[in-house]
């Protein structure tokens, strides 16, 4: 576990030593509150404005989840964030935005394939469709890791909504997958999520 004394600026890493007069960021207090509230907003956007959607509803399950845990989540994300580093605020925010561009580049591929007929289905093609079947779900991964590696690690709601985004992936993306690989004889090799692993 992480384990800060801001009183006297030292941190303890897996209980493996102490850095003293460590440096805090200014803005990492409320910096996972601003990547999580901009990366819901962006995908509400998108979800708006980029998605075509076609005759598939969303489960009242998931309406009611979602509804339910994100309020929750953007609530309680400072309430136990760790002090970091600045270069750590920077690694955190780099990532993010790295992934959330990929994310949105991936989901402009997707909606232009159903550009004319939103039942229409194609093989994408490009950016991180090139290694994996669905690289909007690697992105979002990698979007929740900055967002926990930007409170300090210290955040268990940040962790357990990593876990849910990683037990999401990994349940939603073999069946894509196989769907692609059944419906296009031509389908590339590619990986489900993690290029050149799973």
């Given at each position: 576990?992480?384990?800060?004394?801001?009183?006297?600026?030292?941190?303890?890493?897996?209980?493996?030593?102490?850095?003293?007069?460590?440096?805090?960021s200014?803005?990492?207090?409320?910096?996972?509150?601003?990547?999580?509230?901009?990366?819901?907003t962006?995908?509400?956007?998108?979800?708006?404005?980029i998605?075509r959607?076609?005759?598939?509803?969303?489960?009242?399950?998931?309406?009611?989840?979602?509804?339910?845990?994100?309020?929750?989540v953007?609530?309680?994300?400072?309430?136990?964030?760790?002090?970091?580093?600045?270069?750590?605020?920077?690694?955190?925010?780099?990532?993010?935005?790295?992934?959330?561009?990929?994310?949105?580049?991936?989901?402009?591929?997707?909606?232009?394939?159903?550009?004319?007929?939103?039942?229409?289905?194609?093989?994408?093609?490009?950016?991180?469709?090139?290694?994996?079947?669905?690289?909007?779900?690697?992105?979002?991964?990698?979007?929740?890791?900055?967002?926990?590696?930007?409170?300090?690690?210290?955040?268990?709601?940040?962790?357990?909504?990593?876990?849910?985004?990683?037990?999401?992936?990994?349940?939603?993306?073999?069946?894509?997958?196989?769907?692609?690989?059944?419906?296009?004889?031509?389908?590339?090799?590619?990986?489900?999520?993690?290029?050149?692993?799973?």
């Amino acid at each position: 576990a992480v384990v800060s004394t801001q009183s006297t600026g030292t941190l303890t890493i897996f209980g493996v030593g102490k850095f003293e007069k460590f440096q805090y960021s200014a803005v990492q207090p409320w910096l996972p509150s601003l990547l999580l509230h901009v990366q819901l907003t962006r995908r509400l956007l998108e979800s708006l404005l980029i998605v075509r959607h076609d005759k598939s509803k969303m489960h009242v399950a998931h309406l009611l989840f979602a509804l339910c845990y994100y309020p929750v989540v953007s609530l309680s994300i400072n309430i136990s964030s760790v002090p970091i580093s600045t270069s750590v605020c920077v690694l955190s925010v780099v990532l993010f935005s790295w992934a959330s561009l990929h994310q949105y580049r991936c989901h402009v591929i997707l909606a232009e394939l159903r550009a004319e007929d939103p039942n229409a289905y194609g093989i994408p093609q490009g950016d991180w469709f090139e290694y994996v079947s669905s690289p909007h779900y690697l992105a979002e991964i990698l979007i929740y890791i900055s967002i926990f590696i930007s409170s300090g690690g210290g955040y268990l709601l940040g962790a357990n909504c990593l876990y849910q985004i990683l037990n999401f992936s990994l349940i939603c993306t073999p069946p894509t997958h196989y769907w692609y690989l059944k419906k296009f004889d031509n389908y590339p090799r590619r990986k489900i999520l993690i290029p050149f692993i799973y």
